[in-house]
């Protein structure tokens, strides 16, 4: 019972790496030793690649992160506009859903709030 599950699984990767012995010139019968040799070549490299893009994945959140913690602290410097604080306010979204986890990693600009909020649609500029 235990050897046929045995076998049926490494008749079941023979059959998934077909491809992979035609490429490295194996029998096209391989011994059970090459099926598991290029199985665990496999997952090895898959596991290699994976981690490469984790990790590109994560320089780029870091950078935009990054751009957004500039570009709140470039706009804090200026003088008060309508258009800077929404710039800010949408900013401050921004941070929030790029890094949930610890908001306090950026620093944190108090938007007076005006009690006339002005119409978003005049304030708005589209090329249309």
Same mark, same amino acid.
């Not at 070549?41 to 992160?65: L, W």
């Not at 957004?68 to 804090?76: A, E, G, I, K, T």
């Not at 710039?87 to 306090?104: A, E, F, K």
């Given at each position: 019972?235990?050897?046929?599950?045995?076998?049926?699984?490494?008749?079941?990767?023979?059959?998934?790496?077909?491809?992979?012995?035609?490429?490295? @010139? !194996?029998?096209?019968?391989?011994?059970?030793?090459? &099926? $598991?040799?290029?199985?665990? =070549?496999?997952?090895?490299?898959?596991?290699?690649?994976?981690?490469?893009?984790?990790?590109?994945?994560?320089?780029?959140?870091?950078?935009?992160?990054?751009?957004?913690?500039?570009?709140?602290?470039?706009?804090?410097?200026?003088?008060?506009?309508?258009?800077?604080? @929404? !710039?800010?306010?949408?900013?401050?979204?921004?941070? &929030? $859903?790029?890094?949930?986890? =610890?908001?306090?990693?950026?620093?944190?600009?108090?938007?007076?709030?005006?009690?006339?909020?002005?119409?978003?649609?005049?304030?708005?500029?589209?090329?249309?």
């Amino acid at each position: 019972m235990r050897r046929d599950r045995i076998n049926s699984s490494i008749e079941q990767l023979r059959l998934i790496l077909e491809k992979e012995f035609q490429k490295n @010139q !194996l029998p096209s019968k391989p011994e059970k030793a090459d &099926i $598991l040799e290029m199985t665990v =070549s496999f997952i090895q490299q898959y596991m290699a690649e994976k981690n490469v893009t984790t990790s590109s994945s994560q320089a780029h959140r870091d950078g935009y992160s990054t751009c957004v913690r500039d570009s709140v602290n470039f706009l804090s410097l200026h003088t008060q506009t309508d258009t800077r604080m @929404q !710039l800010l306010q949408n900013l401050h979204g921004v941070q &929030i $859903l790029t890094n949930p986890l =610890s908001p306090s990693a950026y620093p944190t600009t108090q938007c007076p709030s005006n009690p006339s909020t002005p119409d978003i649609s005049k304030a708005l500029w589209r090329p249309w």
